[in-house]
């Protein structure tokens, strides 16, 4: 069975620092990752999705990740944090691009100026 | 539509009664999926709909719970004899095949 795990459901970062949340995977076939944000009172967005092409993918909003097969990790990066990142940030998996997704618990993002 | 939307925004029901909620997917899509977010988790997967093929249930939590799409439109959940458990935000997804999932704004049901 597929499950993602995020590591911190609460990071707090200064406005132009490093952004860097955390995202494990388990999966028994070759998966399908993504990263979702969800700004207050908003719907889900897609931010990016790794799907077997580049294991550094680049996404919207300068939003970064790196797939590792050998740490089973997708974590996100950002190098300069900007006071509109403040969202929850959901790591999701799935067996196939069609398939269903399997979600991380979510990490809320805080920047303080 | 532009989007995936969703009915009722918000929907609050007393405990026993049942309820259904609304999505329409983008206009061509094939896929749709619901998900239900209970306040401070994560998305869990309920049902996925593609195209004529049986749907995956394999996460609604108990047999209250059922859906419904017609053709490749509108689809309805579902939810008999509420619970307070139940109490959360309903999301719909849809997508073209093999492409990412659009979520609409949610419904949030609260049972009182």
């Known amino acids: 069975a597929q499950s993602v795990t995020q590591l911190g459901s609460h990071v707090s970062v200064s406005e132009g620092a490093l952004v860097l949340l955390r995202c494990n995977y388990s999966?028994?076939?070759?998966?399908?990752l993504f990263w979702y944000v969800q700004y207050p009172n908003q719907g889900l967005q897609l931010l990016l999705k790794y799907t077997s092409a580049a294991t550094l993918v680049k996404g919207i909003n300068g939003f970064e990740a790196e797939f590792k097969k050998s740490e089973t990790s997708f974590h996100l990066t950002k190098p300069s944090a900007h006071m509109s990142d403040a969202a929850e940030y959901f790591c999701a998996v799935s067996e196939g691009q069609g398939g269903k997704l399997i979600f991380g618990q979510g990490t809320e993002l805080s920047v303080k100026p | 539509g532009a989007g995936v939307s969703q009915s009722p925004s918000n929907k609050v029901t007393e405990k026993g009664k049942d309820v259904e909620l609304r999505c329409d997917p983008i206009?061509?899509?094939?896929?749709l999926y619901w998900y239900r977010q209970r306040l401070g988790q994560g998305l869990e997967f309920l049902i996925y709909?593609?195209?004529?093929?049986?749907?995956?249930k394999s996460g609604l939590p108990s047999d209250r719970f059922s859906a419904e799409r017609t053709g490749e439109s509108v689809s309805t959940l579902t939810i008999q004899r509420t619970q307070q458990e139940d109490s959360a935000v309903y999301l719909c997804?849809?997508?073209?095949?093999?492409?990412?999932?659009?979520f609409g704004p949610g419904t949030r049901l609260t049972v009182l």
């Open positions: 206009s061509g899509h094939t896929a």
């Open positions: 999966s028994s076939v070759p998966p399908y």
């Open positions: 997804a849809s997508s073209s095949s093999y492409n990412e999932q659009f």
């Open positions: 709909f593609q195209g004529n093929s049986a749907p995956d």
